[in-house]
């Protein structure tokens, strides 16, 4: 209510367009293409289906001719809303599941909404909703299977969430690769549990994708030639990605200052010359990402056709003959990638290790890790192959708050003695 409903611009109206011609059986090659994952797209055509005001909304934004009803999108944001209620309240849950303290996982939860990065997208016609409660839903039933019952229920909800989080956003499906071998890995040396109960629950974890990915994964197959969650973007992005290994060591260390939340660009303007930092700018006309977002992709695409050749150019011509470059600005582009909320990320950052030092002392080192993993494996992921914006990893959120109340109590425990004394 405080935000008020966003107008579908940009991205947001991409999906309008999408939502319109979601089908699960094209008609033609044409009417559906995947270029987006299905599963935004198709909650949009399923709330048109139920609600005439928001079929009439989303024809109308369809259109581009203006004068469009916002409010006729209420019962998608309605719908909204009451996900990004039940991630803030799994954000409570998780904590609880880690640390068996009602009090502390209740101030976790209240940081989490005083934060707001979370419910800011409660009307927003784009995937972040969607995406963000399923890797928050598999990241909870995670922290229930680490610290309370490992029961198989739990990881077959565990793969419930997180294969909603791969039909919202493809790459997702990465995590899932490593925890293929993360969780039996797991389960072995630190369980130490037998071969058939791994094996068995590491399956469980997996049904959910073999009844809803895989299938989705042979129709795009059998629709257009691809076997994957959605195809056409990867060199897109990747391209913009690229063109950040051309910064000089100089820039890539300055880098570090420009992009600290909210004061990074205005402190390098009065500690640097400017071509040291200009470059890194969105906006800037010869910066790394107006080149990467239109010279270096114009140059991708008229040498490769397809999206295999495009990767494999982008791969074999300028990331592998450069791979120690390209890791140390992914350095750089996670750390950017971190200060999700701004100054609150900037503090969660700095909280990270000494919250990490009493999380372990309560749950344990290897759950802690393992807890922590996925958060972490998709923040470097996204710099990996992406510009690695904070949106992106959003779920942090969670990871800054129990880092935060932990930190606290912690410098409370120190101070408290001095002021007794007093």
């Given at each position: 209510m405080k935000i008020g409903y966003q107008e579908p611009v940009a991205d947001a109206l991409g999906y309008v367009d999408r939502a319109i011609n979601f089908a699960f059986l094209p008609l033609a090659e044409t009417s559906n293409g995947i270029i987006v994952a299905p599963l935004y797209p198709g909650f949009l055509s399923f709330m048109m289906s139920i609600d005439p005001g928001v079929e009439q909304a989303i024809q109308c934004y369809a259109a581009r001719e203006g004068g469009c009803d916002v409010s006729g999108l209420a019962s998608v944001y309605t719908v909204q809303t009451v996900l990004i209620a039940l991630e803030t309240y799994f954000c409570y849950l998780a904590a609880l599941f880690l640390t068996k303290r009602f009090w502390l996982s209740l101030s976790v939860m209240i940081l989490v909404l005083i934060a707001g990065r979370m419910s800011e997208y409660t009307t927003w016609l784009i995937t972040e909703t969607w995406a963000f409660f399923g890797f928050i839903s598999f990241i909870t039933c995670l922290a229930y299977a680490l610290k309370v019952k490992d029961h198989f229920i739990v990881f077959g909800l565990m793969g419930l969430g997180l294969c909603i989080a791969v039909l919202t956003r493809p790459s997702f499906l990465?995590?899932?690769?490593?925890?293929?071998?993360?969780?039996?890995?797991?389960?072995?040396?630190?369980?130490?549990?037998?071969?058939?109960?791994?094996?068995?629950?590491?399956?469980?974890?997996?049904?959910?994708?073999?009844?809803?990915?895989?299938?989705?994964?042979?129709?795009?197959?059998?629709?257009?030639?691809?076997?994957?969650?959605?195809?056409?973007?990867?060199?897109?992005?990747?391209?913009?990605?690229?063109?950040?290994?051309?910064?000089?060591?100089?820039?890539?260390?300055?880098?570090?200052?420009?992009?600290?939340?909210?004061?990074?660009d205005s402190l390098s303007k009065s500690l640097f010359p400017a071509e040291l930092y200009q470059k890194l700018d969105f906006g800037y006309p010869e910066g790394y990402y107006k080149y990467g977002n239109s010279v270096m992709r114009a140059e991708i695409y008229e040498q490769a056709a397809t999206e295999k050749e495009r990767i494999s150019l982008l791969l074999n011509g300028y990331i592998l003959p450069d791979i120690v470059k390209?890791?140390?600005?992914?350095?750089?582009?996670?750390?950017?990638?971190?200060?999700?909320?701004?100054?609150?990320?900037?503090?969660?950052?700095?909280?990270?290790?000494?919250?990490?030092?009493?999380?372990?002392?309560?749950?344990?080192?290897?759950?802690?890790?393992?807890?922590?993993?996925?958060?972490?494996?998709?923040?470097?992921f996204n710099a990996f192959v992406s510009v690695s914006i904070p949106r992106y990893n959003v779920p942090l959120v969670m990871i800054y708050a129990i880092a935060i109340v932990l930190t606290a109590c912690s410098i409370w425990k120190l101070v408290q003695p001095f002021l007794v004394r007093r």
């Open positions: 990465y995590l899932v690769y490593f925890l293929i071998l993360g969780i039996p890995c797991y389960w072995l040396f630190v369980k130490k549990e037998g071969a058939k109960e791994i094996l068995f629950k590491t399956g469980v974890f997996l049904l959910p994708f073999i009844l809803f990915v895989i299938p989705w994964m042979f129709r795009n197959y059998s629709y257009h030639g691809v076997f994957g969650v959605s195809a056409g973007y990867g060199p897109y992005i990747l391209s913009e990605r690229v063109a950040y290994n051309m910064m000089s060591w100089t820039e890539y260390a300055v880098s570090f200052i420009y992009w600290l939340p909210d004061f990074g390209h890791i140390m600005v992914t350095l750089s582009l996670s750390l950017r990638g971190m200060w999700v909320a701004k100054y609150f990320g900037l503090i969660g950052v700095l909280a990270l290790i000494p919250g990490f030092i009493q999380l372990k002392k309560i749950a344990g080192t290897a759950p802690v890790m393992f807890f922590a993993f996925p958060f972490f494996f998709m923040v470097g």
